[in-house]
């Protein structure tokens, strides 16, 4: 892990420290872990798309009958531990496609959390482009969003943008809103503006969501 700076006076901090001890100013650093944990659930989506897709096409070969079973998961649940903080990152991503042209795109959703002192599950989605910056705050730039879960009313909102701008991730507020609409959720439409100004339209299909939110509860020691 690298040295930190204070962003009011530039002075190097602790990474565990929550204020600067040089100015006083609040140090926002409990994001860091979760956010590493979702560039890098992103960077393998493509993979476990293509695994998963093999696996399916080798079933209907061989005829396997699969209209009794319980569907699987669409989640794909992972745990990363830093190693100077051993604090134990949980995180799950789902698949999105492109909801026009119907095919998988190496982006999607994501469920994560941490066993440190954030006793939240936050929510965060990737894009397969830019995202369009509406605005600049202290933690930098910040992009809209639109979410619409099944047939619920659409959820707009700002969010901070990560990654070159391909990764939206959603405050705690923001996050204590969605993600409890997601729990027996089946489909979530995500909207977002491309550096283009064009909406870009994304779509996931979801099952066990409130399994691996359980999951996630569990491995971050999150009181229900």
Known sequence: ??????????????ATDTHCKTCGAEYKNSMAVPLIILVVIIAIGGAIYALS???DADKEIHGQDTKTSVPPSSWEYMTKSDPVSNVASHAAFA????FDTRKPIEA????????GKDKIIMAGMSSEHPIKTDSFN??????????KVDELEPVHGVARLASHNTVIVLSDMQSGEIVPQLANAKRVIVQVSNTSDRLVNYEVSLSGTQDIINKL??????AN
């Not at 892990?1 to 602790?14: D, T, V």
């Not at 999607?108 to 066993?115: Q, V």
């Open 1 to 14: 892990m690298g040295i930190k700076y204070c962003k009011a006076c530039k002075k190097p901090i602790k």
């Open 53 to 55: 897709s093999n696996d």
């Open 95 to 98: 698949q999105f496609i492109n």
């Open 108 to 115: 999607g959703f994501t469920l994560m959390c941490n066993s």
């Open 138 to 147: 202290s933690d930098g730039p910040m992009g809209r969003y639109t979410i």
């Open 217 to 222: 509860k569990s491995g971050c020691k999150i």
